[in-house]
């Protein structure tokens, strides 16, 4: 076993404290224009904030100028246009590139979720956790094709872990609200008790649609004796949850490291390259 130090993750002292209570968004009906799946360009307005993990906040964002947000597919994602210095050119400004996955189902008109999680030192994250409701963010898409194709021909496993569970919360939602009537699986896992995002939205799905099983497990739990969930690395649940591998496709989203054990893993289960599918998010 590795004596390295573990990254201090969410526990990290440097964390800012988390945003004070906010009253409940009361979402009214706007009014403007009817945006278009084509890609483009949209100034947005940061809506809401939600802080569901020390460092992983929702932001919720409204289209300035459009009654409803852009249509997309389930996994699709968009890209954050933020200005900084550029080095060169020291009086001058660019345009800093970031992509993050759309979180929010496409049934949900009334904003798009984005799932991030706070990078100390990095080049976006850090403004964007100065920003407040009101702030304006620019934005373009949406983009991408790690998608679920539909109708689904097989059942399906969900592998994400910290903040890669953000395109499956959107997919999920979409898939059993939409009738799908396969086995749905979905294996999460993070660090500790306090990392956990989306629980007891997937907990929801779960009591309202009998083929779909949440599973939630912890890398290092702070609280053994109480964690009521499974222990270990995502990629090691796999044969516990998956009955019968030849039924199955697979979506993977997290950083490369368990991206690839989990595709080990799934191969040595007897899963094709054609029935992996997956997005890294380092």
């Not at 933020?82 to 050119?89: N, Q, T």
Request: net charge neutral; proline share 10%; aromatic share 12%.
């Amino acid at each position: 076993m590795s004596t390295a130090p573990v990254p201090a993750g969410s526990t990290d002292p440097r964390i800012p404290a988390p945003l004070p209570p906010a009253p409940l968004k009361i979402w009214e009906p706007r009014d403007g224009l009817m945006p278009t799946s084509k890609p483009q360009t949209y100034t947005t307005t940061l809506d809401e904030i939600l802080q569901p993990t020390p460092d992983v906040r929702l932001f919720r964002l409204s289209m300035d100028g459009y009654r409803e947000p852009i249509p997309f597919i389930a996994g699709q994602f968009i890209q954050f246009l933020w200005p900084i210095v550029d080095k060169e050119h020291p009086e001058k400004k660019k345009e800093l590139i970031r992509s993050y996955s759309i979180a929010s189902p496409p049934e949900e008109r009334r904003f798009l979720e984005f799932c991030i999680k706070l990078v100390l030192g990095g080049a976006f994250t850090p403004s964007l956790w100065d920003l407040r409701v009101g702030d304006k963010l620019k934005m373009r898409g949406p983009f991408g094709k790690f998608v679920v194709h539909e109708p689904l021909d097989s059942n399906l496993v969900f592998i994400a872990t910290g903040t890669g569970i953000a395109p499956f919360w959107g997919m999920i939602y979409h898939l059993l609200k939409s009738g799908a009537q396969q086995k749905i699986v979905l294996i999460f896992g993070v660090r500790y008790e306090v990392d956990v995002v989306y629980e007891q939205e997937f907990k929801k799905l779960a009591a309202e649609h009998p083929n779909f099983t949440p599973v939630f497990t912890l890398s290092r739990p702070q609280e053994p004796a109480t964690w009521w969930g499974e222990s270990g690395y995502v990629q090691n649940l796999l044969e516990k949850y998956v009955d019968d591998p030849k039924t199955y496709k697979a979506l993977i989203c997290g950083l490369t490291t368990m991206i690839d054990q989990s595709v080990e893993k799934l191969k040595a289960l007897g899963f094709t390259p054609d029935h992996i599918h997956y997005e890294r998010y380092d």
